[in-house]
T-cell receptor, first 115, second 112 residues
Framework: QKEVEQNSGPLSVPEGAIASLNCTYS??????FFWYRQYSGKSPELIMF????GDKEDGRFTAQLNKASQYVSLLIRDSQPSDSATYLC???????????????FGQGTILTVHP | SQTIHQWPATLVQPVGSPLSLECTVE??????LYWYRQAAGRGLQLLFY??????ISSEVPQNLSASRPQDRQFILSSKKLLLSDSGFYLC???????????FGDGTRLSIL
């Protein structure tokens, strides 16, 4: 069973702080990793993707990938109340190209940024 | 640019009634297409995916079915809805197997 685990939270941080969201995955052959943001009652929105070990930065967001330890994280700098949402980690195992882009999603971490 | 359309946005149906949800993608060709269901407070469950016209793979046994009559059209159906079919149904597309999936706005289905 291929699994993606996230701390369900809620994670509460003050405005302006760094929010750190973590995700671990079980399939060592996983190739691509995605972070989605989902506001209450809305559909998931892609915010970051990462394929290689290391850090990838986009504005206030940084994705970090460590394939040896099988974890991927998302850092949100200068957190704003508008960042309050559920953050979903998704992993594409793509073993030998047979996954057809199917993603395995974690259960999501609820983030609350309070003023 | 690519866009994905899903309708209706909300739907209330009686138990035992049929269902048809439609999803279309614009601005790309031969996309991979996916149907998910999200129960209240739960994660995303992949129901079906398709890599081409007429090609449907089912992930979980259930009373739902999917069809892909055209390259950029994906339909989710049921002949008789159950109470357990309630949820938030999401359609998504991707360009190829390593690309991100992009979601439509979803259909919130309530079964009475």
């Amino acid at each position: 069973q291929k699994e993606v685990e996230q701390n369900s939270g809620p994670l509460s941080v003050p405005e302006g702080a760094i929010a750190s969201l973590n995700c671990t995955y079980s399939d060592r052959g996983s190739q691509s990793f995605f972070w989605y943001r989902q506001y209450s009652g809305k559909s998931p929105e892609l915010i970051m993707f990462i394929y290689s070990n290391g850090d990838k930065e986009d504005g206030r967001f940084t994705a970090q990938l460590n394939k040896a330890s099988q974890y991927v994280s998302l850092l949100i700098r200068d957190s704003q109340p508008s960042d309050s949402a559920t953050y979903l980690c998704a992993v594409n195992p793509d073993a030998g190209g047979t996954s057809y882009g199917k993603l395995t999603f974690g259960q999501g971490t609820i983030l609350t940024v309070h003023p | 640019s690519q866009t994905i359309h899903q309708w209706p946005a909300t739907l209330v149906q009686p138990v035992g009634s049929p269902l048809s949800l439609e999803c279309t993608v614009e601005g790309t060709s031969n996309p991979n297409l996916y149907w998910y269901r999200q129960a209240a407070g739960r994660g995303l469950q992949l129901l079906f995916y398709s890599v081409g016209i007429g090609q449907i793979s089912s992930e979980v046994p259930q009373n739902l079915s999917a069809s892909r009559p055209q390259d950029r059209q994906f339909i989710l159906s049921s002949k008789k809805l159950l109470l357990s079919d309630s949820g938030f149904y999401l359609c998504a597309w991707s360009g190829d197997r390593n690309q991100p999936q992009h979601f439509g706005d979803g259909t919130r289905l309530s079964i009475l």
